[in-house]
């Protein structure tokens, strides 16, 4: 007697049946924002060294009406499913001041980015890549920049160095397989964004301070606090150096006042005069250094809701806040002066002056000081005279399309 017709599967064939097709879409309504900023919760829980976002902030970041960096940029936001269930997110976007930077310096005409990606598995993950891609190609781009999340000044880079402590205040934070994912998805590195740690609790090597009691000596020099009741003024000082200091950066974008604006609300609550100095010269403001106390550590505890009280805690520790870890995530100096000795003599001065309103004021005992490019030999070996060492890495790919 023949035997009865009866479907025979392997147990991996069994699973790969049951288990609903993956599917990427582009985020459409309130729902699917939801799912995309939810995402990063779920992937991320158990990591102990992720630090969860605010979601009011995510929300904020990619809302074209809350985030002045689309004045000038335009995106779309991806989620992949499988059945009913979330399992990764991606953004595709242009920055059509990008578009218009020289090619040698990173960006330029053709080129695109992705960024925010958060995946359950590496097939999720190159489904999505893949989506981003073409989105990109369908708007013209003909390179492929990520990840990027959103701006250049935002969170640029994947993490490849450092997946052991937390990030501080506006650095991103990814699992170490996403590497291996994105490598084997055809990208290759473009730049390396470093972070330095060092310790503030002790004074810098002696060199550094006969620099710094030599330019103390000098008439022509005033390192003065920033005034926050002249905010939008110190504000517009800080960016016209920021923007002449950085124009020959390797991804350069200037920062435009929209872009401003969003940062200013979103940083005055962190903002400390004797955190933030202004280097003169002849009374001429030439170089500037912006320090946050690190909001991480206060933000870590809240889930990422300031609901039920999480808003009590923070406004109680923005009073006053005492840190482990300081971020300067921004100092410059005018063009016409860097590669000189002023210019390391200003920064060194600016760095004591706030390392020394750090430890006194804040309890800060840790400092740490990025990004800084790979090849920024000038802030690279001022660096070092400090005694800090690279703590974090960040790694911007780039594939043609």
Same mark, same amino acid.
């Given at each position: 007697?023949?035997e009865p017709k009866?479907?025979?599967h392997?147990?991996?064939?069994? $699973?790969?049946?049951a288990?609903p097709?993956?599917m990427?879409?582009?985020?459409a309504?309130?729902? +699917? /924002?939801?799912?995309? $900023?939810d @995402?990063a =919760?779920t992937l #991320?829980?158990d ?5 969860p976002?605010l ?6 970041t990619? +809302? %074209?009406k ?5 004045s000038?940029?335009?995106g ?7 059945? #009913?269930q979330?399992v990764g997110?991606i953004?595709a976007? @242009?920055?059509?001041?990008a578009l218009t930077m020289?090619?040698? /310096? ?6 695109g980015?992705w960024? &925010?990606?958060?995946?359950a598995d ?6 999505? @890549?893949n989506a981003?891609?073409d989105?990109?190609r369908?708007?013209?781009m003909t390179?492929a920049l990520g990840?990027v999340s959103?701006s250049i000044?935002e969170?640029?880079g994947l993490l490849i160095?450092?997946?052991d402590h937390? %990030?501080?205040?506006m &650095?991103g934070?990814?699992?170490?397989? =996403?590497q ?6 055809g ?7 470093l972070? =330095?740690?060092?310790?503030i ?5 002696p060199?550094?301070n006969?620099?710094?009691?030599s330019?103390?000596k000098?008439?022509?020099?005033n390192?003065?606090?920033?005034d926050?009741?002249?905010?939008d ?8 150096i920021l923007?002449d200091a950085?124009? *020959?950066?390797w ?7 929209p872009?401003?604006? +969003?940062v200013?609300?979103k940083?005055?609550p ?5 955190l933030?100095? @202004?280097?003169?010269l !002849? ?6 250094? $912006?320090?946050?106390p !690190?909001?991480?550590?206060?933000i870590?505890?809240?889930?990422g809701?300031?609901l039920?009280?999480g808003w009590?805690?923070?406004l109680?520790w923005?009073r006053?806040p005492q840190? /482990?870890?300081m971020r300067?995530?921004? &100092?410059?100096v005018v063009?016409?002066?860097q ?5 390391s003599?200003l920064a060194f &001065?600016?760095?004591e002056?706030i ?7 804040y309890?800060?005992s840790?400092?740490?000081?990025g990004?800084?490019l790979?090849d920024?030999q000038g802030m690279?070996?001022i660096? +070092?005279?400090i *005694?800090?060492?690279v #703590?974090r890495?960040?790694?911007?790919y780039?594939?043609?399309?």
């Open positions: 007697r023949p009866t479907a025979r392997s147990t991996e064939e069994f $699973i790969r049946l288990t097709p993956l990427v879409r582009p985020v309504d309130r729902g +699917d /924002r939801k799912a995309f $900023i @995402i =919760y #991320n829980r990591d102990p060294n992720w630090v976002p979601r009011s902030e995510v929300a904020g990619i +809302d %074209p809350k985030n002045g960096w689309f000038h940029a335009r779309q936001l991806f989620v992949a499913t499988r059945g #009913n979330t997110r953004s976007h @242009i920055d059509t001041l020289p090619a040698d /310096r990173g960006f330029g005409p053709g080129v980015f960024g &925010m990606i958060e995946a590496e097939n999720t993950a190159k489904a999505l @890549i981003a891609e989105w990109l369908k708007q013209g390179r990840p959103l000044w969170e640029p160095k450092g997946h937390a %990030p501080t205040v &650095m934070h990814h699992p170490a397989r =996403y291996g994912w994105i490598e084997r998805a990208y290759l590195p473009a730049k390396q964004l972070t =330095y740690e060092l310790d609790s002790v004074e810098f090597p060199i550094v006969r620099i710094i009691q330019g103390e000098n008439p022509r020099i390192i003065r606090k920033v926050k009741s002249r905010f003024e110190e504000a517009a000082i800080i960016l016209s923007n950085w124009a *020959d950066n991804g350069f974008v200037p920062l435009t006042q872009e401003i604006n +969003d200013a609300v940083l005055k962190i903002v400390f005069e004797d933030i100095r @202004i280097a003169e !002849d009374g001429k403001p030439v170089a500037f250094m $912006i320090t946050l !690190d909001l991480n550590e206060a870590k505890p809240l889930g809701s300031l039920p009280f009590a805690k923070l109680l923005l006053k840190v /482990r870890t300067v995530p921004l &100092m410059g063009k016409e002066l590669a000189s000795r002023m210019a003599q &001065m600016m760095i002056y390392r020394r309103a750090s430890v006194t004021r309890g800060a840790r400092g740490e000081i990004w800084v790979d920024n690279n070996a660096a +070092d005279a *005694d800090s060492h #703590n890495i960040y790694q911007i780039a594939k043609a399309l």
